[in-house]
């Protein structure tokens, strides 16, 4: 079954930061574009960064850009999700999942039926 599992989730303050990662099962990192998403409470999930095939092109939506920084590891199959100077918006469950679009700035509009292989998430809350 092609799936990831997160992990890495906490209750954080305004500021803060937070590691989370995902080991994928099932399918290779580097065989398509994947990517990390949230979901906030009564919101979709939505992605929010992305990473391509070969690693070298890295997206950020505008909401975390300058603040997260994606990053994957082809030998262990895991990508990575630093947050810093979290946000109380950045609160919602984490999911790593993969797509079919490319990673650029259009890797956000796509289709729900581009998006998919989720794990079970893993939830940040930035609260004081």
């Known amino acids: 079954q092609l799936r990831f599992v997160e992990s890495g989730g906490g209750t954080v303050q305004p500021g803060g930061s937070l590691s989370l990662s995902c080991v994928a099962y099932?399918?290779?990192?580097?065989?398509?574009?994947i990517g990390w998403f949230r979901q906030g409470q009564g919101n979709e999930r939505e992605p929010i960064a992305c990473?391509?095939?070969?690693?070298?092109?890295?997206n950020y939506r505008d909401p975390v850009k300058g603040r997260f920084v994606l990053s994957k590891d082809s030998a262990k199959n895991m990508m990575y999700l630093q947050m810093n100077d979290l946000k109380p918006w950045d609160t919602g469950t984490y999911y790593c999942?993969?797509?079919?679009?490319?990673?650029?700035?259009?890797?956000?509009?796509?289709?729900?039926?581009?998006?998919?292989?989720w794990g079970q998430g893993t939830q940040v809350t930035v609260s004081s």
């Open positions: 999942g993969t797509s079919s679009r490319y990673c650029s700035g259009t890797f956000y509009y796509g289709g729900r039926d581009e998006y998919g292989n």
């Open positions: 099932g399918l290779n990192v580097d065989s398509q574009t």
């Open positions: 990473i391509s095939m070969s690693g070298r092109t890295i």
